[in-house]
C-alpha cells in the first residue's frame, strides 16, 4: 500500500524566508502527486499537481514543487514566504493505476511571523 | 466559484445512533468522494463513487458505513451505529468526469465534524 511522510509537523517562519516543505511517498509504480493547502478555516484547496513532464511544476501564490523520482520526493518550495502562507499543507499521492483515491501525508502546519 | 458544500457543519450524536452527513458536489461533477480525518491523524480515504455505485473503498468503509446518491444533488454518508471512534472531521470532495479522473483535481468541501458521545 502506497504511504506518504510528511517530516515536518509544524514549521515556523519569518516573513521573506524561503520555506521548503518535504514529503516522500513509497510506491513503487507511477504516481500523480499533489499539494494540497488549508488556511484557517478554509476547505482544502489544490496548490499544484504534477503527472509528468517537466519534474519542477509552478502552482498558485508563487509556490513551486519538484519531483524526483530517484528519491521518490515532491518537495515544495516557495522563495519568500508572506504571513498570508499561514496554513497547514497536505502532500497527496494517487496511485494512477486504475485508483482515484489521494493518500495524504499528515501534513505540515506554516506558521509565518510577520 | 462553484464549491462542495456540506451540512451540518457540527454533528454531535449518541454512540450506537445513526448519522446522516450530507455533501452536495459540484453541479457537473461525476466523481464523489468521502475521506475523514481524526483529530491528529491524516486524513483517510473512505470511499468513492460513480455512476451510481461504489468504484473503490478503503478498509475504513465497513458494513456500517453506507453512500447514497439520493437525488441529482445531493451525495450523503450514512454510519449505522456510530462508535466513539467515528468521532472526526468528515471531507466530502468531487472531480470532474471530464478526462482521466486520477489526474483531475479533487475539490474539497469544508468538512463535517462528527462528535460521538
Known amino acids: 500500500a502506497q504511504s506518504v511522510s510528511q517530516h515536518n509537523h509544524h514549521v515556523i517562519l519569518s516573513e521573506a524566508a524561503s520555506l521548503e516543505l518535504g514529503c516522500n511517498y513509497s510506491y513503487g509504480g507511477t504516481v500523480n502527486l499533489f499539494w494540497y493547502v488549508q488556511y484557517p478555516g478554509q476547505h482544502l484547496q489544490l496548490l499544484l499537481k504534477y503527472f509528468s513532464g517537466d519534474p519542477l511544476v509552478k502552482g498558485i501564490k508563487g509556490f513551486e514543487a519538484e519531483f524526483i523520482k530517484s528519491k521518490f520526493s515532491f518537495n515544495l518550495r516557495k522563495p519568500s514566504v508572506q504571513w498570508s502562507d499561514t496554513a497547514e499543507y497536505f502532500c497527496?499521492?494517487?496511485?494512477?493505476?486504475?485508483?482515484?483515491?489521494?493518500?495524504f501525508g499528515k501534513g505540515t502546519k506554516l506558521s509565518v511571523i510577520p | 466559484e462553484p464549491e462542495v458544500t456540506q451540512t451540518p457543519s457540527h454533528q454531535v450524536t449518541q454512540m450506537g445512533q445513526e448519522v446522516i452527513l450530507r455533501c452536495v458536489p459540484i453541479s457537473n461533477h461525476l466523481y464523489f468522494y468521502w475521506y475523514r480525518q481524526i483529530l491528529g491523524q491524516k486524513v483517510e480515504f473512505l470511499v468513492s463513487?460513480?455512476?451510481?455505485?461504489?468504484?473503490?473503498k478503503s478498509e475504513i468503509f465497513d458494513d456500517q458505513f453506507s453512500v447514497e446518491r439520493p437525488d441529482g444533488s445531493n451525495f450523503t454518508l450514512k454510519i449505522r451505529s456510530t462508535k466513539l471512534e467515528d468521532s472526526a472531521m468528515y471531507f466530502c470532495?468531487?472531480?470532474?468526469?471530464?478526462?482521466?479522473?486520477?489526474?483531475?483535481?479533487?475539490?474539497f468541501g469544508p468538512g463535517t465534524r462528527l462528535t460521538v458521545l
Open positions: 470532495a468531487s472531480t470532474t468526469g471530464m478526462g482521466t479522473p486520477s489526474f483531475n483535481e479533487q475539490f
Open positions: 463513487f460513480y455512476n451510481n455505485e461504489i468504484s473503490e
Open positions: 497527496a499521492v494517487n496511485a494512477r493505476a486504475g485508483s482515484y483515491q489521494l493518500t
